[in-house]
């Protein structure tokens, strides 16, 4: 009898076309990086533009990555990962964080170290011209019949 293949993953990888088994490393043992994921990419940048000057990562993926609806019964607050949009999420906001810092390598994203967010957070991102750009070149594309 084969063992049990388990996965991880429940979002399909823009490259792969599959879900992988690490979230953050393709089947073949690549890091995904910002090309494999032209939405999420979309969508962080879009978040940061909608920003005046600069926003803490953190704060900002309560924007990017909704947490799934309450479970019902107690302790409502906590994110049933068993279930697939907890899988998704959690998935969702790995991502995010290795995306943005893939945008800051790319100079998508520029490192602000200013307090943000009332003086919660010491630093933050910002979008750049060049992310400016790219989100544009995007939107062109998706509207593109």
Same mark, same amino acid.
């Given at each position: 009898? +084969? ?13 792969? $076309? ?10 073949? $043992? ?13 969508? %962080? ?17 309560? #924007?990017?990555? +909704? ?21 998704? =999420? ?15 390598? $790319?100079?998508?994203?520029?490192? #602000? *170290? *200013? +307090? ?6 010491? =630093?933050?991102?910002? %979008?750049?011209?060049? $992310?400016?750009?790219?989100?544009? =070149?995007?939107? *062109?594309?998706?509207?593109? +019949?």
């Amino acid at each position: 009898m +084969p063992g049990r293949q388990y996965r991880e993953g429940v979002a399909e990888c823009g490259r792969c $076309g599959v879900p992988h088994a690490n979230v953050s490393f393709h089947e073949d $043992g690549s890091q995904v990086t910002a090309d494999d994921c032209p939405d999420l990419v979309r969508d %962080i940048l879009a978040a940061y533009a909608a920003v005046d000057g600069h926003a803490s990562p953190l704060g900002m993926r309560r #924007v990017i990555c +909704p947490r799934p609806p309450a479970r019902p019964g107690a302790k409502a607050w906590i994110v049933d990962r068993r279930t697939t949009a907890g899988r998704a =999420w959690t998935e969702r906001l790995i991502l995010t964080s290795f995306i943005e810092l893939d945008l800051c390598d $790319g100079g998508l994203l520029r490192v #602000v *170290e *200013e +307090p943000c967010g009332d003086g919660e957070f010491s =630093w933050g991102l910002a %979008i750049t011209a060049a $992310g400016h750009a790219h989100l544009a =070149w995007t939107a *062109e594309r998706t509207e593109a +019949p």
